[in-house]
């Protein structure tokens, strides 16, 4: 038998080898590590997405309750009579008796800047209040990191039997001394790593009459 081929038989891995060898573990090794970083980021991403979600449902059913239980009591504006109810295109006040139980509570959306960071800023204030439409000193304020826009806009009561071609209604006001019909929110949220918002948006039919307790 030939010694020569039995010492050839028995040889380990040659240099080529070796570096064939190693190359298809790195290039392994590199997808594996490239699939893991990707399942990552998507994750991560639903875990933004996710709380997004989270938190325009959370602040948008706290509005809408309280302006389902939203009552019109009487208030002065500049010296007129009107209701407590203040939506401006970026703020939002109101009386209601959902925030409190059976006990009214004036409530209060709006954008505030601190330091370069808007933010959500919700406050509650004692109810009645000989100045409504003040700043006054909150009893209960809470800042919402995440909404970082808001928009408001009230729909004033038309009669039911106005004709189809009538022209539109003007824009709801405090001195109608009445609840508007509808109330529509619109919020921003911005997620922790995300630099575009996600709007998200809601409308309240509010209640025709509700005595002030």
Do not use: C
């Not at 009645?128 to 209960?140: I, T």
């Amino acid at each position: 038998m030939n010694r020569h081929l039995l010492r050839g038989d028995r040889r380990g891995l040659t240099l080529i080898e070796l570096v064939l060898t190693m190359t298809i573990l790195a290039l392994a090794g590199s997808l594996v590590s490239g699939a893991l970083a990707t399942g990552l980021r998507a994750w991560k991403s639903g875990l933004r997405s996710g709380r997004e979600e989270l938190v325009a449902r959370i602040v948008l059913e706290r509005i809408a309750t309280q302006l389902r239980a939203a009552i019109p009591s009487p208030a002065k504006r500049e010296e007129e009579n009107a209701v407590a109810f203040d939506a401006a295109e970026d703020r939002l006040r109101f009386v209601t008796l959902a925030a409190a139980g059976t006990t009214p509570v004036q409530v209060s959306y709006g954008l505030r800047a601190d330091g370069g960071d808007t933010h959500l800023l919700y406050r509650e204030y004692p109810w009645p209040d000989k100045d409504f439409f003040g700043e006054g000193r909150p009893l209960r304020e809470e800042k919402v990191g995440e909404v970082t826009g808001f928009t408001v806009k009230a729909a004033k009561r038309v009669a039911s039997a106005a004709a189809v071609d009538a022209p539109p209604p003007e824009e709801w006001s405090p001195l109608d001394q009445e609840l508007p019909a509808s109330v529509s929110v619109g919020i921003d949220v911005t997620a922790e790593g995300q630099s575009e918002p996600r709007h998200y948006q809601i409308t309240v039919p509010l209640p025709t009459q509700r005595d002030p307790q």
